[in-house]
Nanobody, 124 residues
């Protein structure tokens, strides 16, 4: 059974940080890129970051560049998004996903497997 479990979300004040994790199982981790998405109420799901499990290349959306980072531990089949300098507009449900993303890491249709999501709330 394929599973992608995001954890570590919560409530944080503006300017604070959150360390979250995404644990993957049920598929060959090294064959996929892991994307990090978010969806705020009434908005479309936004691709904000991605890491390739094969070469650790990364992608960041402009909205999070310089504030968020992503790393992976292939031995543990885990990805670690780190969110710094959080803003109220970062409030959303955050999801991890796995796919063969080629040149479009922010496109949801590029991802085959999706996790349940974790809520991140940033208070002003």
């Amino acid at each position: 059974e394929v599973q992608l479990q995001a954890s570590g979300g919560g409530l944080v004040q503006a300017g604070g940080s959150l360390s979250v994790s995404c644990a993957a199982s049920g598929f060959t981790f090294d064959d996929y890129a892991i994307g990090w998405f978010r969806q705020a109420p009434g908005k479309e799901r936004e691709g904000i970051s991605c890491i390739s499990s094969s070469d650790d290349s990364t992608y960041y959306a402009d909205s999070v560049k310089g504030r968020f980072t992503i790393s992976s531990d292939n031995a543990k089949n885990k990805v670690y998004p780190q969110m710094n300098s959080l803003k109220p507009e970062d409030t959303a449900v955050y999801y991890c996903a796995a796919g063969s993303v080629a040149s479009r890491p922010a496109v949801t249709s590029q991802y085959k497997y999706w996790g349940q999501g974790t809520q991140v709330t940033v208070s002003s």
